[in-house]
């Protein structure tokens, strides 16, 4: 049985899934997103493998469309933008995929929070970035 979460951090809220999976292992959700843990004895949470791929975007056309809600997209940990897969005027919808952010050796996927127009993307191939630098502004 997964115990369910919402964190704020920056502002922004995640919903996060957390379910037991063996000695100091859990799965956990995280807006979609499905991480195998395990909890270290210092209390530190480190991925261990990708457990799921994110919704589909079947399952992100089912999700309310918020716009507005959110107006930028920040580096949500250290690392360096291996792609942009968005530009300035182009339409996304929810969960579309913006960029890919490398940290750790692991490709993440930054996902859109929100359907709309992107207003600016503020970051290249190559470029390293801090955790909650600014990627991509979204118009209105």
């Known amino acids: 049985m997964a115990t369910t979460y919402t964190l704020e951090v920056d502002g922004q809220r995640f919903t996060v899934d957390v379910v037991e999976t063996g000695p100091e292992r859990y799965r956990v ?3 979609g997103r ?3 843990v395990r909890l ?5 949470v480190v991925p261990v493998a990708e457990a799921a791929q994110p919704e589909t975007r079947a399952e992100a056309a089912e999700r309310p469309a918020v716009a507005g809600a959110v107006t930028e997209v920040r580096a949500p940990i250290p690392g360096t933008i291996v792609s942009v897969e968005v530009q300035a005027g182009q339409v996304v919808k929810y969960g579309d995929t913006l960029l890919v952010l490398e940290a750790m ?27 909650n630098d600014l990627l991509i502004t979204f118009e209105g």
């Open 105 to 131: 050796k692991m490709k993440n996927l930054i996902r859109s929070p929100r359907e709309g127009r992107i207003a600016r993307v503020h970051v290249q191939p190559g470029q390293s970035v801090m955790h």
């Open 34 to 36: 499905t991480l195998s």
């Open 29 to 31: 959700t995280v807006n």
């Open 40 to 44: 270290l004895p210092e209390g530190e």
